[in-house]
Nanobody, 117 residues
Framework: QVQLVESGVGLVQPGGSLRLSCETS????????MKWYRQAPGQERELVAS????????DYAEFAKGRFAISRDDTSRTAYLLIFSLKVEDTAVYYC??????????WGQGTQVTVSS
C-alpha cells in the first residue's frame, strides 16, 4: 500500500523557519522524483520544488528560489522541504508527491502551514 505522510510544525511566526517531512512507503522510492506543492485558500495548487533521483537534481518555482530547500533521504524514504524567512503568504496546505515521470503519481494528504504573529 502506497503511503505518503506529510508532517511539520503547523503554526510559525513570520521570519521563522520550518521543515516539512514526507515519509513514504509502498513504492520504489529511489525511482521516483519527489515534489512539494502548496495550495493557499482560494487559489490553485502550485508546484514549489522538485528533486530527482539525485540529490543535486533540484528545481524550484521562481517564488521559492532562495527561501526553500528540497532534499531527500533514500535510506529513510523521506523527502524534506525547508522553508526560511517565512512570510504570511506562505500560508497554505503543503503536499508532497512522488512521480516516476511515466505512469505513477502518488500524493500525500497535505499538511497545513500557517504563518501568523
Amino acid at each position: 500500500q502506497v503511503q505518503l505522510v506529510e508532517s511539520g510544525v503547523g503554526l510559525v511566526q513570520p521570519g521563522g523557519s520550518l521543515r516539512l517531512s514526507c515519509e513514504t512507503s509502498g513504492f520504489a522510492f529511489h525511482d521516483f522524483a519527489m515534489k512539494w506543492y502548496r495550495q493557499a485558500p482560494g487559489q490553485e495548487r502550485e508546484l514549489v520544488a522538485s528533486i530527482g533521483n539525485s540529490a543535486w537534481d533540484t528545481d524550484y518555482a521562481e517564488f521559492a528560489k532562495g527561501r526553500f530547500a528540497i532534499s531527500r533521504d533514500d535510506t529513510s524514504r523521506t523527502a524534506y522541504l525547508l522553508i526560511f524567512s517565512l512570510k504570511v503568504e506562505d500560508t497554505a496546505v503543503y503536499y508532497c508527491s512522488a512521480q516516476d515521470g511515466r505512469e505513477y503519481e502518488y500524493w500525500g494528504q497535505g499538511t497545513q502551514v500557517t504563518v501568523s504573529s
